[in-house]
Each structure stands twice: as structure tokens, then as C-alpha cells.
């Protein structure tokens, strides 16, 4: 299969390089399945793209950008799967879904990536589907970045594979550690007693430099 190379710089600092089949059209960014990210403080949608060629083989490319200082070990499960339900959306447009699944998170020099597999029909034609997240992070802030990778063909071809597996997200830099918020929740999580003895100290502490700039009675 020839395929021709792209590559996108994101606004954070990371760099996305994947393969489209030679002769590929792009679509209109209007065909393409929305993003809503609103709801989530500072994030912004970094890359939206999609090609198809004649055979049927289409790909589609997302990445969104938003600040990590929420991150702790373990979110990356809850955005992954945030992101699958979102690329089980996006991939079931036009198509009747007979599958959709994700296989374990794994980690790579500080990345996180999940593979996903699915299969069902447009209109009366089989075909399958392949996926990729790629979880990150970016520039001197450490923002963190998502991309997903899907593809779609007929099932009687063997393409999707090699085209989701060779994509990339590089110049990318080491997770951030936890802020003092969420290190706080996670000992709390993990030893509640030492947690609670923090608690009252804190506590303790506001109330000594409460008393001590309360106003005193004049004699």
C-alpha cells in the first residue's frame, strides 16, 4: 500500500506525523463528526482532519489540548475512556455499529496508548475499523494532549492496521507531577488516617491566625 506522510504541529508544542493512502481526498471539515469541549476548562480541539480513497478506506484524525494540573496516576483510564465513548460516536456515523472495543491501556516513555477494534456495515457493506489513542504531554506548561487515529474499510481489506499503527505524536515532554490539590485527594485515597491528621492540622493552623488578627478590645 503507498501511502504519503503529514504531518501537524499543535499549538502546544507537539507534533502529529501519520500516513494517508496515496490519492486520498480530504473531507470537508463540516463532514467530519463535531468535538465539544466546552466543558472542560481550558481545552481546544488541535487538529480535526479526515481523507478517503476510492477503495473505501477512510481515516480520521482528532487531538485535543488541555491543561493537566488534574492529573494524577490512574486519570489516564478515566480519559481514555472518555475518548473511546467519544470515537465510538464519531466512527458510528453513516454506520451501523456491530462492535466497538478497547483493549488495555499501555504505557510507553511516558505516554499512554489504547488500541481499538470495531466492526459493522455502511449501508449494506461490511467493513471494519481500527483505532488508536495516544495520550501525552506538551510544551513548558506539560499540557496534556489526546490523539485518536480511526479507520475504516471494507473487510476485505488489510489497511487500516498499518495505517493506525505507524502515527505518531512526538516532542513530547514527561508527565507533570500531581499539584498539592490532587496529591492531597490521593492520600486521602490511599491513607485516610494520615489524611485526616493533615486535616485537623490545617484546620488548626486557621485558627491560630484567625484568633491572632481578630481585633482586641481596647483596655
Known amino acids: 500500500?503507498?501511502?504519503?506522510?503529514?504531518?501537524?504541529?499543535?499549538?502546544?508544542?507537539?507534533?502529529v506525523r501519520f500516513g494517508v493512502p496515496a490519492g486520498a481526498a480530504e473531507e470537508r471539515v463540516e463532514a467530519l463528526?463535531?468535538?465539544?469541549?466546552?466543558?472542560?476548562?481550558g481545552a481546544r480541539v488541535g487538529l480535526r482532519r479526515g481523507f478517503v480513497d476510492e477503495a473505501g478506506?477512510?481515516?480520521?484524525?482528532?487531538?485535543?489540548?488541555?491543561?493537566s494540573d488534574r492529573f494524577a496516576p490512574g486519570v489516564e483510564e478515566i480519559v481514555l475512556g472518555m475518548a473511546t465513548s467519544i470515537?465510538?460516536?464519531?466512527?458510528?456515523?453513516?454506520?451501523?455499529?456491530?462492535?466497538?472495543?478497547?483493549?488495555?491501556?499501555?504505557?510507553h516513555e511516558g505516554r499512554f496508548e489504547q488500541v481499538l477494534t470495531g466492526q459493522g456495515a455502511r449501508g449494506d457493506r461490511p467493513v471494519v475499523l481500527r483505532g488508536r489513542h495516544v495520550l501525552g504531554f506538551e510544551g513548558a506548561a506539560s499540557e496534556a494532549?489526546?490523539?485518536?487515529?480511526v479507520?475504516?474499510?471494507?473487510r476485505?481489506?488489510?489497511?487500516?492496521?498499518?495505517?493506525?499503527?505507524?502515527?505518531?505524536?512526538?516532542?513530547?515532554?514527561?508527565?507533570?507531577?500531581?499539584?498539592?490539590?490532587?496529591?492531597?485527594?490521593?492520600?486521602?485515597?490511599?491513607?485516610?488516617r494520615d489524611a485526616a491528621l493533615l486535616g485537623m492540622g490545617i484546620g488548626l493552623v486557621c485558627v491560630v491566625v484567625l484568633l491572632a488578627r481578630r481585633p482586641r478590645p481596647l483596655p
Open 1 to 15: 500500500m503507498t501511502t504519503e506522510r503529514r504531518e501537524e504541529a499543535l499549538s502546544g508544542g507537539a507534533i
Open 33 to 41: 463528526p463535531r468535538i465539544e469541549v466546552s466543558s472542560l476548562r
Open 57 to 67: 478506506v477512510r481515516l480520521r484524525v482528532a487531538c485535543v489540548e488541555a491543561p
Open 87 to 107: 470515537a465510538r460516536g464519531a466512527a458510528s456515523d453513516g454506520i451501523t455499529l456491530e462492535r466497538w472495543d478497547a483493549e488495555g491501556i499501555t504505557r
Open 145 to 149: 494532549v489526546l490523539c485518536t487515529f
Open 151 to 154: 479507520c475504516e474499510e471494507p
Open 156 to 192: 476485505t481489506n488489510e489497511r487500516c492496521g498499518a495505517l493506525v499503527d505507524s502515527a505518531e505524536l512526538v516532542s513530547l515532554v514527561p508527565p507533570p507531577p500531581p499539584s498539592l490539590f490532587v496529591r492531597t485527594i490521593l492520600m486521602a485515597a490511599e491513607r485516610p
